[in-house]
Every structure is written in structure tokens, then in C-alpha cells.
């Protein structure tokens, strides 16, 4: 999997402490970028720890994700508070096997020859399919959840803390987990203040919506 921050909002903190301070004082928005950067500092760590998030929605994060499988974007795409762009099946042909492995099987031999001689026989098929002048759009419907895909999501703050919250949490999926803790390494570098407490909702609201006691990350 890789993941890497492609875009973001130029000065990503910076916006939403200005967006915050309009709203209790007489400046005019257009003046708010001569606010001292200590002022505006100490606005936003008051308000993402009181929980008011609907100022960081001003700042918008783009990642690139590429040879991930195609049941991680299933989960990703259910975040609607996001845009995508995806690699197409229809217009893209995969005729060499590319798929990802779950280190649970990755880690038995067995079990991966296996799975690794199924990858085969699956593309073997998808590919005698594309050679009878079937197309891409049909040929792909051989194909298995493994299957890498790429995909490009833009995503405001408030969407990703949600997704942090839902995805980061040890509940998640592995793969799509995986995901999440990488995209959360990256924003931390470019907006330390806003994702100072991003994460399971363990960690940023202190409660399990799992209610899973058994979890070593279950709130003391
Ligand atoms: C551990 C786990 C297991 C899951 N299992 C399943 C499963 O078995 N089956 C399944 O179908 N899904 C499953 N999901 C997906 C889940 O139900 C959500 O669809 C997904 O996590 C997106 O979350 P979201 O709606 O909060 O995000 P977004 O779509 O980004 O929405 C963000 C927030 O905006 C608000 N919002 C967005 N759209 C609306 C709307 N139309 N009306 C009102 N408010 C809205 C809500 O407050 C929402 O929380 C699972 C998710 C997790 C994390």
C-alpha cells in the first residue's frame, strides 16, 4: 500500500483559527489574516478542544493511495463527506495478476501457494475472456475483492476526524486501518493542532462506541 498526501489547503491551520475568530469578533473576514499567528494559535487549540469542528471543514487534504485491494475501497468510498477519483475496470485492463494478500494467509505457506495458484487460474480467466473479445467491463467480473486498485480522495478535516474515529479504531478492518494510521501520520505533519487528538474514538472522545471491553484501548 502506498499512501502519500498529494494536496492541501494552503495554510491549514491558519484558515480555520480565522474562520473561528470571525465569528466572535467585529473584523472583517477580509482583515482576519493580519491576526498575529500566536492569536490564531491559541483559537484553535480552544476550539478543537471544546469540540466546535465545524471551522476546521475549511481546510481540505488530497492523498494518493495505490495498490490497495478493491474491498478496502468499497469501506473507503462509504465516507461521503469525501470526493474519489478511481482507477477504471471498464477502461483499464489488468492483464498481469495484481492482487493483495492478507498477512494472515501471507504468513502460511500453505495457505498462500494456495491462494497465490487461485490469483492464476482467476487471471488466466479474466484474461482467455478478454482474448474471446469480451470486454474489460465484463471480463472483470472474474476478478476477486483482492484486486489492486488506485484511488485519489480529497477529504475537508471535520470528514477525516470521522474517519479517523471509525477507521483508526482496532474494531476496523486491518487493511483499511492500515490506511487510516498512514493517512493520520501524514496530516499530523502539515496540521499538528487540528489532529493533535485524531484517532479511535477511544482517543479523541475517551468513550468505545464498540463497547468492546476486551480492547486494550478501552477508555480506563
Ligand atoms: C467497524 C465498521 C464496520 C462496518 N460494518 C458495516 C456493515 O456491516 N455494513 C454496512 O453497510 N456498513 C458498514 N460500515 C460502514 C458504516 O456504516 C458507514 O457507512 C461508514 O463508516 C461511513 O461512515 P459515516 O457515514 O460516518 O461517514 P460519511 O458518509 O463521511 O458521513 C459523515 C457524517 O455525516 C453525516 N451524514 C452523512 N450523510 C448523511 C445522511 N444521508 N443523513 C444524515 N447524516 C449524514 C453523519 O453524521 C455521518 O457520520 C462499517 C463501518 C465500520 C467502521
Known sequence: MNVKLIGFTPNPEK????AAKLTHSKTKPEELDKSSDKELKAILEQVVGL???????????????????RSL??????????????????????NEPCYVTPPKIAKDKKMKKAYDETMDTIWKEYNNLLELGIPAEDARYVLPNATHTNIIVTMNARSLMNFFELRCCLHAQWEIRQLANKMLR???????????????????????????????????
Open 186 to 220: 501524514e496530516v499530523k505533519k502539515v496540521a499538528p493542532i487540528i489532529f493533535k487528538k485524531a484517532g479511535p474514538a477511544c482517543k479523541s472522545k475517551g468513550i468505545c462506541p464498540e463497547n468492546k471491553k476486551d480492547c486494550p484501548l478501552y477508555p480506563k
Open 51 to 69: 469540540g466546535h469542528t465545524s471551522v476546521i471543514e475549511h481546510t481540505c487534504f488530497t492523498f494518493a493511495i495505490s495498490d490497495v485491494s
Open 15 to 18: 484558515l480555520p483559527a480565522m
Open 73 to 94: 475501497t468499497h469501506q473507503l468510498v462509504r465516507h461521503r463527506i469525501a470526493s474519489y477519483a478511481q482507477q477504471s475496470q471498464r477502461y483499464v485492463n489488468l
